[in-house]
């Protein structure tokens, strides 16, 4: 496939000011007719050849001002014709088959009901259309069908007409004020009900909320419904954005690649991001929905009303709405404990991603497909490189910075410098070296010594920026660090500094210090960096206890266990050594287990080991199997030695009744950590509190910890838990996804046989992209099962890979990464994964999407 790259950008030659599309809706024949209005663009160079791009569409006729037009070609998918003059009408019909759409992109059937998914070049797949975010046009829809089969019809805007015909169909017709890029875009049609509600804008307009879901779900609305109107109100009041039009509807389908899509006043959900009550989901579950909503809603402003110019700005719109959803949710609930996610998620995710083979910057400069580019490179990593504009400008400034974005952009399609110069000017900051950000991939390093002489605390930072693929050599980059240094005496610091390291080395000296300080940096993680400062035992354990930085107090802790794993796993330990790390260990979490100031939800993250991902990122030519055995025999031991404390936390937390208020939830999630670590201690006590657990629970949160724990473990309860979960949620997809991703992801020594054994479960399906990413994707990251070392977690995946490939490449693709990580992986390992993406490779007719991948995997 062709490569794009960023430096080839040219302005669009054709405009479409308007478009109206006519739908004929049938699940596997409909008809689409679109008439553009096409105008010469004058600030391009003039080619009098309109490029209309199509993907599997055959055209049945083209008009050219009304007339029937027969010079007209096809170039691979695309239709080209020679215009004369500066302005036309075009007009091309086509029809499509929706049912056969497996790809879930363009307009296809989900469980009877149409609907649509354009971003990115989605629309292609529905008419021909010049199919790039800068060409923006006034959409006017009109849609007709069987009005049984598709009693609601939806578009983007407002509603402008509607009619029935005595022959049973029906339709209605749309209009957008809003110019809009193709990718915006949504059309449903189906059999739907809807929750309803209202919004009032601060300048007293009111708006008409409407949750879209399938008979029986309208009662698991509430909470997307309440988080909608929370954020149209945060948006508000924290930048200003009100909402724009007098609706705004959302759709939950069952079948959707991705968590949900931004359509302008029609938004489109993954079920799993709308769909909740006490039963059913967990509190991870309403804490998702929270920031799902939210993120698509804050879309309106950061991706509608300013859009990407081309692919290679995604980040543009989504790191910046990927921060304000971060943002909103830290002001819903705990801030402190939102960061910490937040942050952990950025390093099981990007941290890797940013190390391996697929490493790209946050503006990437090439591609095959598009579609392969929506990671946690351009959305985390994106966020995370504008929350360091917030640390350098502050709040406020960062806000005259957005505003003056809005101001300038508001209509348009930019870039990612737009952005940048906007804050630049808007907050007063020289943002020059900072551009950087946008340029160089991987996760800097630095590299902190502290030198005490006298009564001087000097402390040296060294960055260096690991090579990527096609970027060898990199520059400095502009690192802000939150610092503070403690006195030991007193276990106060004197306020806090921030520290921006531009150069390659720097040095700063702090005075009046008789004894050696402690230091916190990087507080807030104020840079997504890899921080290497040889800290001893002592110095962590004081940060985790005196440290007023709630992140630098987790970060002392994860912090304490990764020295001790990773030094056990490297071989490094005696056995004194070892016992000394554990007793640290143990000492620290006794601590937080009896620090009577920490709320329940702020002590289960201080509690949380690392994950094996991450402590596998810090050694090279990893074992994965002795890092899972290291951490599990960690667990052990606290499970052991602490095995009172475990069970009096078990018990106290099992005394508070549900609710969603911060202390209950809290409690839920220390209970099942509890047991959790019971588990890796004492089976059988595990496995009973954990059954009791399962019986007594009237929520999911501790029904699914509870089976969880009880999927790792050898034991007749395992069964007879997993039987009642599966008879007691029949029929509930996303519960029984929690069915599928629970043993997929369990810690028993045989999950892999079992994954094996659900993939000829009678539930699974391959064309049900929720379905598969429980069974798999899950499964991949359990390393445990995935790294078996005869190779046999590598076939599985790489034959799903196959399989998946013919009906759904996005989702295949997104199987990849995981057999891309060979280069960080012992050698025996490493050849065995090469294998299977040799094998993926030598296969003729991948998407394009699989072909990307895992050439770049194995380069
Ligand atoms: N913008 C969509 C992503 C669609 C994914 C396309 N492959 C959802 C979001 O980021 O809000
Ligand atoms: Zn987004």
């Known amino acids: 496939a062709p490569v794009i790259n960023r430096a080839d950008y040219r302005p669009p030659a054709w405009l479409v000011p308007e478009i109206a599309l006519d739908f004929a809706l049938s699940l596997d024949a409909t008809r689409v007719k679109s008439t553009l209005k096409v105008e010469r663009n004058a600030a391009a160079d003039g080619s009098a050849t309109l490029r209309l791009n199509g993907d599997g569409l055959v055209a049945q006729e083209v008009l050219v001002d009304g007339q029937a037009h027969n010079d007209w070609r096809m170039e691979g998918g695309d239709l080209l014709i020679d215009l004369p003059g500066d302005a036309h009408e075009i007009s091309v019909e086509t029809v499509i088959n929706p049912a056969a759409n497996t790809q879930l992109s363009g307009l296809y059937a989900s469980n009877g009901m149409l609907c649509t998914q354009c971003e990115a070049e989605g629309f292609r797949r529905i008419a021909f259309f010049p199919d790039r975010p800068d060409v923006l046009s006034v959409y006017s829809v009109r849609m007709a069908g069987d009005k049984s089969a598709f009693p609601v019809l939806l578009s983007n805007g407002n509603p402008v007409a509607a009619g029935e015909a005595a022959d049973g169909t029906h339709l209605a017709e749309w209009h957008d004020p809003w110019p809009k890029p193709s990718y915006l875009f949504a059309l449903v049609a189906g059999d739907l009900v809807a929750t309803r509600d209202q919004f009032v804008t601060r300048s007293g307009r009111t708006v008409d909320l409407a949750i879209y879901v399938r008979a029986g779900d309208e009662a698991r609305t509430g909470h997307a419904m309440r988080s909608l109107i929370a954020s149209m109100k945060w948006d508000e009041e924290v930048y200003g954005r009100e909402y724009d039009l007098d609706l705004f509807n959302i759709v939950a389908v069952a079948d959707f690649n991705a968590g949900a899509m931004e359509n302008k006043g029609l938004n489109i959900f993954n079920t799993r991001y709308i769909l909740a009550d006490p039963e059913t989901a967990t509190d991870a579950d309403y804490d998702a929905i929270e920031g799902v909503v939210?993120?698509?809603?804050?879309?309106?402003?950061?991706?509608?009303?300013?859009?990407?110019?081309?692919?290679?700005?995604?980040?543009?719109?989504?790191?910046?709405?990927?921060?304000?959803?971060?943002?909103?949710?830290?002001?819903?609930?705990?801030?402190?404990?939102?960061r910490i996610e937040d942050v952990r998620i950025l390093r099981a995710a990007q941290f890797p991603e940013d190390s391996g083979p697929l490493a790209h910057p946050i503006r990437p400069d090439s591609y095959q497909e598009i579609s392969n580019f929506y990671t946690a490179t351009v959305y985390n990593k994106g966020a995370e490189v504008i929350r360091m504009m917030t640390v350098l400008a502050g709040l406020d400034r960062f806000r005259k910075g957005t505003d003056l974005y809005f101001e300038r952009h508001d209509g348009e399609a930019a870039t990612c410098e737009d952005f940048v110069k906007a804050i630049e000017d808007g907050a007063g900051l020289d943002l020059a070296q900072f551009r950087r950000w946008y340029?160089?991939?991987?996760?800097?390093?630095?590299?902190?010594?502290?030198?005490?002489?006298?009564?001087?605390?000097?402390?040296?930072?060294?960055?260096?920026?690991?090579?990527?693929?096609?970027?060898?050599?990199?520059?400095?980059?502009?690192?802000?660090?939150?610092?503070?240094?403690?006195?030991?005496?007193?276990?106060?610091?004197?306020?806090?500094?921030?520290?921006?390291?531009?150069?390659?080395?720097?040095?700063?000296?702090?005075?009046?210090?008789?004894?050696?300080?402690?230091?916190?940096?990087?507080?807030?993680?104020?840079?997504?960096?890899?921080?290497?400062?040889?800290?001893?035992?002592?110095?962590?354990?004081?940060?985790?206890?005196?440290?007023?930085?709630?992140?630098?107090?987790?970060?002392?802790?994860?912090?304490?266990?990764?020295?001790?794993?990773?030094?056990?796993?490297?071989?490094?330990?005696?056995?004194?050594?070892?016992?000394?790390?554990?007793?640290?260990?143990?000492?620290?979490?006794?601590?937080?287990?009896?620090?009577?100031?920490?709320?329940?939800?702020?002590?289960?993250?201080?509690?949380?080991?690392?994950?094996?991902?991450?402590?596998?990122?810090?050694?090279?030519?990893?074992?994965?199997?002795?890092?899972?055995?290291?951490?599990?025999?960690?667990?052990?031991?606290?499970?052991?030695?602490?095995?009172?404390?475990?069970?009096?936390l078990h018990d106290r937390c099992s005394a508070v009744p549900y609710s969603l208020s911060a202390e209950a939830r809290g409690a839920r999630k220390l209970k099942t950590l509890a047991l959790v670590f019971l588990a890796a201690a004492d089976a059988g006590e595990a496995a009973r509190r954990a059954k009791a657990q399962y019986d007594a629970a009237d929520n999911m949160t501790d029904r699914q910890g509870a089976l969880m724990v009880l999927c790792g473990l050898e034991t007749p309860e395992r069964a007879t838990a997993l039987a009642d979960f599966h008879d007691r949620f029949a029929g509930n997809m996303l519960v029984i996804d929690k069915w599928f991703s629970l043993q997929a992801g369990s810690l028993h020594p045989h999950a892999i046989d079992h994954v094996k054994a659900l993939a000829e479960h009678a539930d699974f399906t391959l064309t049900n992209p929720n379905r598969v990413r429980a069974l798999y994707i899950t499964f991949a990251a359990n390393a445990g099962a995935f790294h078996a070392a005869d190779g046999e977690g590598y076939k599985l995946l790489a034959d799903l890979i196959l399989q998946l490939d013919p009906i759904n490449g996005n989702v295949a693709a997104r199987c990849v990464p995981p057999l891309g990580r060979w280069r960080k992986v012992e050698p025996g390992r490493a050849k065995l994964m090469r294998e299977q993406l040799e094998r993926i490779a030598a296969v003729p007719d991948l998407s394009r999407d699989v072909r990307e991948q895992v050439t770049r995997s194995l380069e």
């Open 294 to 338: 939210a993120h698509e809603y804050f879309h309106n402003w950061s991706g509608n009303r300013v859009t990407c110019r081309d692919w290679f700005q995604l980040s543009l719109k989504e790191g910046f709405t990927v921060l304000r959803d971060q943002q909103f949710s830290a002001d819903m609930g705990s801030a402190p404990v939102k």
């Open 439 to 648: 340029a160089q991939a991987g996760t800097p390093r630095v590299d902190v010594s502290l030198v005490h002489e006298g009564e001087t605390a000097t402390l040296t930072l060294r960055q260096t920026v690991p090579p990527t693929p096609g970027q060898p050599e990199k520059l400095p980059m502009v690192i802000p660090l939150r610092t503070a240094l403690f006195d030991r005496a007193t276990g106060k610091h004197r306020g806090e500094e921030l520290l921006v390291l531009t150069e390659a080395e720097q040095s700063w000296a702090f005075d009046g210090f008789a004894q050696a300080p402690v230091l916190s940096i990087n507080r807030g993680f104020s840079a997504p960096v890899a921080i290497r400062s040889p800290s001893s035992n002592e110095d962590l354990v004081f940060l985790a206890e005196h440290d007023d930085d709630p992140f630098a107090r987790y970060e002392a802790m994860q912090q304490l266990v990764v020295q001790h794993l990773v030094a056990a796993v490297e071989g490094q330990l005696s056995d004194a050594e070892r016992d000394a790390g554990r007793r640290a260990i143990g000492d620290a979490i006794a601590a937080v287990l009896a620090d009577p100031a920490l709320d329940d939800l702020m002590r289960g993250e201080l509690l949380i080991l690392p994950g094996e991902s991450y402590l596998a990122e810090q050694i090279p030519a990893v074992d994965p199997s002795r890092v899972h055995d290291e951490r599990e025999a960690l667990k052990g031991w606290l499970g052991t030695t602490l095995g009172a404390a475990w069970r009096d």
